[in-house]
């Protein structure tokens, strides 16, 4: 059974879901941007899958090299809101941050 | 079955079992090392890809910066006592996700893809780098602007973490 | 000389405003005599430019010049030209203006002469006077000469809005600011029907221009049903300006500006407007039976019921507004029965001798410091040249042969005998209470022994008689161009004839020598009864009072019509009627409405805010929940 395209996109899909799933259900926000960030590659999976087997040429992997570069950025700057609520409210519970409630 | 089939399988099993962990398990710290394993198991599929210097990206920024940083702040935020608990949307959220995978996995299984599989890979680390500092075609200016929106997210997250006076 | 040269005459007054406003007044106090010279030399440089033009459009074919134009809008077909008409009835509305603003100018200096009391104050005053009353000259040229409905209407509302501005010149007084608010309101409601006018003729014609819309007239491209409407809508605002019944309570009223704004704005000039207007569009009531009647029954009820009301009132100034309502009446009432010729003839004349019966009026108040006959009397002594000046204006008022009242108004009297029989009757009581009522004035403040309680009578200054006795001259012979037909056949009516035979016409005339013995005779009674009342006493005025006593009541209290407006139309039909009503309509329909609109939307809201829960991995589940849905209808349905 030879390897081909519909493997690594199945496989990104399972990891997109299994990433997705958890970023919608779990209250700590810490696991909520590891989940973001496993969604993340799933998508960068695909986009090298898309080089590797067509469809995307090289394009795909400087795609890639940008979702790494906004995803380091994206974490950084998300730890640092946890951090921030961290030291305001005593918790990472996202059930407990609900400001901008009506 | 090669040795790219054996490779991504492996991978493969190792990363959804990794990714799964992370959402499953209670442990917090312990989500955070499966993290980082599933970031080694797809810096491999990225190998097995022919993607061999994102493979290496991969390692430094995910594992190297993005792990410890996750795990750093796991730790920093000493919450780890109160586990990693789900919410009141954990049903629905499974059901939309079963949903959206038996979606795709219909639609990708049902389209016929251009395959090039029958090549082998080859590594690509400098075509990869033509392209992305390619003056006339490249990707020099998007790069320059991540350059500072990093900046900027450096400035920011001092901001925001920095001690209030 | 270029005719260009005529757009100096509106834009010198204009230029005079815009230095006095804008640079004399903010920053040369000191100087504030440079305001008056400004005025004047720029009226001077009119006056001169309108001598010049009269004289050459005297000589000009069909008595009319070409005056280039300029464009001012241009919207898809539509083009709005400024321009000028320098037409005969032009020609001589200019001279008139000028001449007038000219002499009120120079006898300003002296009447408005800062009080050493509030020096600083009343320098200020002084230059805000004749600031206004450049801006007032300059749109009232600028009004005589536009050749166009909208720069027309422009002007006529310039000259508006300087009437209120000078009215309310003491503005600190309650009673001025309120009459200067009244004299606007009230015109306002005729400048509607204008303004409905000027749509309704560019509606029909699809042009603004006045000759334009004259030739359509004359060719008989516009039904009589337009015609009519639009004449009686220009008559309209003819009626506000010129206060015409029943929109004439505000002139009165505008008595409370300094006297020689009411010499030059509220006798001569702007309320002359409005018989100015209705002469311009002469050639639109000419082919209306109803706009010339209308005209004639408005002019001549006007004529004898302001006069009634002049009888009994002791202001001296209201005397004579009273006295400038009725003769704008005369004006309507020449108009429609003699056209242009007459109704303009004697708006000539009556801006001379009205113009000089209140620069008398302020000259007095100078002197006495008030404006009540009971206070004055005996003033003959004190003040020769106003005492002559302002009898000679009386006996021209008065239409007295040889002045030059007499001519004008024996026209219009004959022309009434002509035309309706009622009207005639209309003007020549007229002409009787006309000479009682200024007869009465004139013994009631010169003759017999002073009354009042000012010491130092005196006469007012040469810069004051001097311009008063120029004036005095003018009503004297200003008449007699109409004496040879001059006046009319300028004005495109009548032959010219040799001038003895036209002085003792009335002598001679066959069919209407009867009438002007009637008119002289009514006259000369009307000054013999003043006489007998109020100087020789051979009557008491009381003893005539209560004979007439419940008349004299009436027009005492203007026939009660400031009451009827106040308590019925402003009190009783707009603010219990038709405002309450749109209160009514406002609060329950379009509060209604709105509020209704705002409940449903806070019902609507307050439903909708519970899903807005703050929970971000909510508003997460409803993007994936969408992209799900997106994702299965591609597959399902694409």
Known sequence: MSIGLEQYLLLSAVLFTIGLVGALSKRNAIIVLMCIEIMLNAVNLTLVAFYRYGGLDITGMVFALFVMLVAAAEVALGLAIVFSLYRSRETVDLAEMDLMKW | MDLQAVAFYVLAAMLVVSALAVVLIPNVFRAGLFLVLAFFAVAGLFTTLGADFLGAVQVLVYVGAIGVLLLLAIMLTRDVHHGSPGNRLWLPASVLGALLLGGVSWSLLNTTWADKAAEMPVPATAALGTSVFDLQNGFILPLEIGALALLAVVIGAIVLVGEKK | ?638
């Not at chain 3, 309108?50 to 083009?79: K, Y």
């Not at chain 3, 404006?371 to 007295?400: C, I, N, Q, Y």
């Not at chain 3, 008689?465 to 004005?491: D, H, Q």
């Not at chain 3, 066959?510 to 100087?535: K, Q, R």
């Open chain 3, 1 to 638: 000389m270029p005719h260009q040269l005529a757009w100096l005459i509106f834009l010198l007054p204009f230029f005079s405003f815009m230095l006095i406003a804008f640079i004399l007044r903010p920053f040369l106090l000191r100087w504030y005599r440079l305001a008056a010279y400004v005025t004047i030399l720029s009226i001077v440089g009119s006056l001169g430019l309108s001598l010049w033009l009269l004289n050459t459009v005297m000589g000009a074919a069909e008595h009319r010049l070409e005056i280039p134009s300029v464009q001012w809008l241009s919207i898809g077909d539509l083009n709005i030209q400024i321009g000028l008409l320098a037409d005969s009835l032009t020609a001589v509305m200019l001279v008139v203006v000028t001449v007038v603003s000219l002499m009120v100018q120079i006898y300003s200096q002296g009447y408005m002469k800062p009080i050493a009391g509030d020096h600083e104050y009343s320098t200020k005053g002084y230059m805000r006077y004749f600031a206004f009353m450049s801006l007032f000259t300059g749109s009232m040229l600028g009004l005589v000469m536009a050749s166009n409905l909208l720069f027309l209407f422009l002007f006529w509302e310039g000259v508006g809005l300087c009437s209120y501005l000078l009215i309310g010149f003491w503005f600190h007084k309650a009673s001025a600011a309120n009459a200067a608010k009244k004299a606007f309101i009230v015109t306002r409601l005729g400048d509607v029907g204008f303004l409905l006018a000027i749509l309704y003729l560019f509606l029909n014609t699809g042009t603004l221009d006045i000759e334009a819309i004259h030739a359509l007239a004359a060719a008989g491209a516009i039904s009589t049903v337009v015609i009519t409407w639009a004449a009686l809508g220009i008559f309209s605002g003819a009626m506000g300006k010129s206060a015409q019944f029943p929109l004439h309570v505000w002139l009165p009223d505008a008595m409370e500006g300094p006297t020689p704004v009411s010499a030059l704005i509220h006798a001569a000039t702007m309320v002359a407007a409005g018989a100015f207007l209705v002469a311009r569009f002469f050639p639109l009531f000419e082919a209306s039976e109803t706009a010339l009647t209308t005209l004639g029954i408005i002019g001549g009820v006007t004529a004898i019921f302001a006069a009634t009301m002049g009888l009994v009132m002791f202001d001296i100034k209201r005397v004579i507004a009273y006295s400038t309502i009725s003769q704008l009446g005369y004006m309507m009432l020449g108009l429609a029965v003699g056209g242009p010729a007459l109704g303009i003839f004697h708006l000539f004349n009556h801006a001379f001798f009205k113009a000089l019966l209140f620069l008398g009026a302020g000259s007095v108040n100078h002197a006495t410091h008030t404006f009540d006959m009971r206070e004055m009397g005996g003033l003959r002594k004190h003040m020769p040249w106003t005492t002559a000046t302002f009898f000679v204006a009386a006996l021209s008022l008065a239409g007295l042969w040889p002045l030059s009242g007499f001519w004008s108004k024996d026209e219009i009297i004959a022309e009434s005998w002509d035309e309706r029989k009622i009207m005639f009757v209309l003007v020549a009581a007229t002409a009787f209470l006309t000479a009682f009522y200024i007869f009465r004035v004139f013994f009631m403040t010169f003759g017999g022994q002073y009354r009042g309680k000012e010491r130092h009578l005196h006469e007012s200054p040469a810069v004051m008689w001097l311009p008063m006795a120029l004036l005095g001259v003018l009503a004297i012979f200003s008449g007699w161009w109409g004496v040879t037909g001059g006046f009319g056949s300028f004005m495109g009516h009548g032959e010219t004839h040799s001038f003895v035979s036209g002085f003792f016409a009335f002598l001679t005339d066959p069919v209407h020598h009867w009438v002007a013995w009637l008119s002289l005779a009514l006259s000369g009674l009307g000054i013999l009864t003043a006489y007998a009342i109020y100087s020789a006493r051979w009557v008491s005025a009381e003893g005539v009072g209560r004979a007439f006593g419940p008349l004299r009541t009436l027009a005492f209290r203007k026939y009660y019509l400031d009451e009827l407006y106040e308590r019925v139309l402003t009190v009783g039909a707009l603010l219990n009627g038709l405002f309450r009503g749109l209160e009514v309509a406002d609060e329950k329909g379009v509060d209604g409405a709105v509020n209704g609109v705002a409940r449903s939307v806070m019902a609507g809201s307050r439903g909708l805010r519970r899903a807005q829960t703050g929970q971000l991995q909510l508003y997460g589940a409803t993007i994936a929940l969408g992209l799900v849905a997106l994702l299965l209808a591609v597959i399902f349905l694409g």
